[in-house]
């Protein structure tokens, strides 16, 4: 069916779907404590007030590449009064949409509650460098840029699929069972939050989707998390693409083509041509990354091969060392 009205007002058009989905969410989410996640038992006092004992790198039960992802992840969920603001000033206060913002906003408080209370307990961060990024990021605040409701819908719902994945991957790699339960717990949210956006985005590309597509070429090809102002963040992105945390080949496999195949952007036949240009600059950023996932993957298993050997010829101290 072709759709001639291609700038409708999405936020009151899709307001039906977004009560629905509401509702939905509301009914499939699980309620949870933070403070049951945390291993209160391996806590100790630190120095300061309390006169207790100094965090020491050694005390970290992390791996360093994990330290990073951690690090990242909390700190973009400790910039959660700038999304607040972001998205309430973008969906508005009222309706369904604002009962969604609060709602998203009040779930989203528990993960920097209990990833921080997890990362204090058992000593994974300094605690001293771990506030003074945090005071440095949240001051800095956030602003996405979108250009339009469509293109925030578009950022969101890949944005949250990606967050999912940052956390259930850096969980998996943690090498600490609670650590481990937690950041999945963490990423559950993380998936049904990317399940409401995607399914709103289903609805709105109905309603006018050359417009869609397009935000979402826009959003796909110029994609960047949204603590990349983190201080640091190129050289700790950087370090968790080598561990696999979070790269190319994530980005690819588990985040855009599971979106893209649920929303048929690449197979929808309803598109005029704005929208079959937009679909065919995704169709060849996908292919660069596919690429250049290919290319890190081959490094990767390159350098994972000289370690092997270098700790065959040299024992574990030279094993150590090329870590």
Request: proline share 5%; glycine share 6%; net charge positive.
């Given at each position: 069916m072709p759709h001639a009205q291609e700038h409708v007002d999405l936020l009151s058009e899709l307001e039906p779907a977004v009560a629905r989905q509401v509702d939905r969410h509301i009914a499939t989410s699980r309620e949870w404590f933070p403070h049951q996640y945390i291993p209160w038992s391996s806590a100790q006092d630190f120095d300061g007030p309390l006169d207790g004992e100094p965090w020491r790198p050694e005390q970290s039960p992390l791996p360093p590449t994990v330290r990073d992802a951690l690090l990242i992840n909390l700190l973009t969920e400790d910039n959660l009064p700038s999304y607040h603001f972001e998205i309430a000033s973008r969906f508005g206060r009222e309706t369904a949409w604002g009962t969604w913002v609060h709602r998203w906003t009040a779930e989203e408080g528990r993960h920097s509650d209990a990833l921080r209370a997890y990362l204090h307990a058992v000593r994974g961060l300094d605690p001293v460098a771990l506030e003074r990024a945090r005071m440095s990021h949240v001051s800095n605040g956030y602003d996405s840029g979108m250009p339009s409701v469509a293109h925030a819908l578009a950022y969101v719902t890949v944005q949250e699929l990606a967050t999912r994945e940052a956390h259930r991957n850096a969980g998996r790699m943690c090498g600490e069972a609670q650590g481990t339960r937690l950041?999945?717990?963490?990423?559950?949210?993380?998936?049904?939050?990317?399940?409401?956006?995607?399914?709103?985005?289903?609805?709105?590309?109905?309603?006018?989707?050359?417009?869609?597509?397009?935000?979402?070429?826009?959003?796909?090809?110029?994609?960047?998390?949204?603590?990349?102002?983190?201080?640091?963040?190129?050289?700790?992105?950087?370090?968790?693409?080598?561990?696999?945390?979070?790269?190319?080949?994530?980005?690819?496999?588990?985040?855009?083509?599971?979106?893209?195949?649920?929303?048929?952007?690449?197979?929808?036949g309803d598109l005029g041509p704005a929208g079959e240009e937009a679909r065919e600059r995704v169709g060849r950023h996908l292919e660069r990354l596919r690429d250049q996932g290919q290319r890190l993957e081959e490094l990767r298993r390159q350098r994972e091969e000289s370690h092997r050997h270098r700790s065959g010829g040299h024992g574990g101290g030279a094993h150590a060392a090329a870590r």
């Open positions: 950041m999945n717990r963490i990423a559950a949210d993380e998936n049904l939050h990317m399940l409401f956006y995607r399914n709103i985005c289903a609805h709105a590309l109905e309603l006018t989707p050359n417009h869609m597509v397009r935000a979402f070429a826009d959003v796909i090809c110029n994609f960047r998390m949204p603590g990349h102002g983190i201080p640091g963040f190129r050289g700790r992105a950087a370090r968790i693409a080598v561990a696999g945390i979070y790269d190319l080949v994530v980005h690819h496999d588990n985040v855009l083509m599971p979106l893209l195949q649920a929303l048929y952007i690449m197979d929808r």
